[in-house]
């Protein structure tokens, strides 16, 4: 009984994340409310705070969920990809456009979250949220970082280069948002991935 109980608690949690998800995908932290949770996930407030503390508590596990989610996706795809550090960048954006294909409202919450981290704003929030930032931004750097040692893109600043391929992976991210029917993951990908070599490579792939 003890273990069916737990597995109950767990399933409730994992309903009150994906809800939570959802309201902060539709309204920025200080706007969206434990009540708006509470009713996304069809659960009393008295459940809510059996699992969550406070609404910050609360987005923080939301970020902390997805993010280790999206690291260990992250992990599969580069080992399994392989390959030169352009079509490993590629992988990358791929595991992004599924993510966010999978969750589509946690993509506001994702760039609100790295825009704040981008730009070294205090965080109210947990350190280890701006550690998940930190930890996928040094990833993307060391691939650039590759590149540009192998001469597969112009000599440009890696910090610059690790931006610019974030800011195109988001902004293709945001145009497949707004397409009806949903676009497919790899349309995503191909569309900033062409965007990306046709503006730093030396050599547009074939």
């Known amino acids: 009984m003890n273990a069916r109980r737990e597995k109950e ?24 409310t434990m009540q708006e949770v509470a009713a996304e996930a069809e659960i009393g407030m008295q459940g809510l705070y059996e699992h969550f503390a406070s609404k910050q508590e609360l987005y923080e596990q939301v970020v902390q969920a997805r993010a280790e989610s999206f690291h260990l996706r992250a992990n599969a795809a580069l080992e399994e990809r392989g390959g030169s550090p352009m079509d490993r960048i590629e992988a990358l954006a791929q595991v992004y456009a599924e993510t966010f294909q999978d969750r589509p409202f946690s993509l506001p919450t994702f760039v609100r979250d790295r825009v704040q981290f981008d730009w070294g704003f205090d965080s109210r929030f947990m350190p280890s949220l701006g550690e998940i930032y930190r930890v996928e931004r040094a990833r993307l750097k060391g691939l650039v970082q590759e590149a540009l040692d192998q001469g597969l893109l112009r000599p440009l600043d890696p910090e610059f280069l690790t931006q610019l391929a974030m800011e195109v992976i988001q902004a293709s991210l945001h145009f497949a948002h707004s397409r009806v029917p949903r676009e497919e993951a790899g349309a995503t990908v191909a569309r900033a991935m062409e965007c990306l070599l046709r503006g730093v490579a030396r050599e547009v792939r074939s």
């Open 9 to 32: 608690r767990h399933q409730r949690r994992e309903l009150l994340l994906e809800a939570a998800g959802r309201v902060f995908g539709r309204k920025p932290f200080d706007e969206a």
